[in-house]
């Protein structure tokens, strides 16, 4: 891992902050999404005292220290690091703070595309500073492109395990999730999770990124006995361009003439089969020993009906996700024992 870090005194924020807080950016590279990103982490009514941005490219992507530079952060309150062996998000978080000496308790999880509102953090830590058994603190998310657009404000499972915000789509804000408070889950993008919390479960489960992750962190954090809280009033707008299959074609321009909160290049197909397998891992991580065959045998079952489906009408690519999520999920032995 290597860094650069701007020289200069460190920001200690507008606020004095007795729990500090060390935001972690992660990005493969100069994405379309991160100048936004970094401008509205400048622009924080409580700046944490210390920024880190983590690239995770295949290789080092000599752009992002202007991207960085010109974000408007504090002087000497950034660092920019290199990840390039991280599979996924978590994967490049343990890289920027494994055995790191950071100044705080608190760490702020984003992903390149998640843009907080100035007062997110801010109203985070007053959140968990008023209650000191809070692991993990999530925000309310809206839409990059139509912020009065809901995305979530905590998550739950149904009884299947499928992840569940119980916001429909198109949804607008209007304070009508606010009362929400002890929630199952939170995603990690704009995420407060404590270091020590962040520490003992090891970070995110491996296994899973970019989907998944939250639902499972959020899991094991209160089997540890944490609480894990959403704050509906830290808001974070976010692209969800793993979701709409944006990462891979970047060359696409992140519009929405419609207006109804997903860029009209959006195409959720193409993270199917990713979002699939990410279900069934956490099926099986959760199931209990004993039923874990059964579990197991259910999954292909429930794939091999799922592939007649979706040839019924008309889905191929879908099809295809539906034989590959089994074996993948299944593939991966110790993952699931982890």
């Not at 500090?20 to 622009?43: C, E, I, N, Q």
């Not at 690239?55 to 504090?74: H, K, N, S, Y």
């Not at 994967?91 to 997110?120: I, M, Q």
Request: no cysteine.
């Amino acid at each position: 891992m290597s860094d650069t870090t701007h020289a200069g005194a460190p920001a200690t924020g507008s606020l004095s902050t007795p729990a500090p807080v060390t935001a972690v950016v992660v990005a493969r590279g100069a994405t379309a999404f991160l100048p936004t990103t970094l401008r509205a982490l400048a622009a924080q009514t409580r700046a944490p005292a210390r920024v880190l941005l983590v690239d995770a490219g295949e290789r080092p992507d000599p752009a992002l220290a202007g991207v960085l530079r010109d974000a408007g952060l504090p002087a000497g309150s950034s660092t920019l690091l290199t990840a390039p062996g991280a599979r996924t998000f978590g994967d490049a978080v343990r890289t920027a703070v494994g055995g790191a000496d950071l100044p705080g308790t608190w760490l702020w999880l984003l992903h390149d595309d998640s843009a907080p509102e100035p007062a997110a953090l801010s109203e985070l830590v007053r959140a968990v500073q008023a209650a000191p058994s809070v692991g993990v603190a999530g925000v309310k998310q809206r839409t990059w492109t139509a912020p009065a657009r809901l995305l979530e404000v905590g998550v739950r499972t149904s009884r299947s395990g499928r992840r569940m915000t119980d916001v429909e789509p198109g949804e607008v804000d209007q304070g009508q999730h606010d009362g929400r408070e002890d929630v199952l889950g939170v995603g990690l993008a704009g995420a407060l999770v404590r270091r020590d919390v962040w520490d003992e479960l090891g970070g995110t489960d491996p296994a899973l990124g970019p989907f998944g992750d939250g639902l499972d962190l959020s899991r094991r954090a209160r089997l540890a006995g944490h609480r894990v809280l959403v704050v509906p009033s830290a808001v974070v707008r976010h692209a969800q361009a793993g979701y709409h299959g944006l990462r891979d074609h970047p060359e696409e321009p992140v519009v929405d003439l419609d207006a109804d909160g997903e860029p009209d290049a959006a195409d959720p197909r193409r993270s199917y089969a990713a979002r699939r397998t990410a279900l069934l891992h956490l099926r099986l991580a959760s199931a209990p020993l004993p039923l874990l065959p059964l579990v197991a045998v259910m999954a292909v079952l429930a794939g091999a009906i799922r592939v007649v489906v979706r040839i019924a009408t008309k889905e191929p690519v879908l099809a295809a996700a539906e034989v590959i999520a089994p074996l993948r999920a299944l593939a991966r032995p110790a993952a699931v024992a982890r």
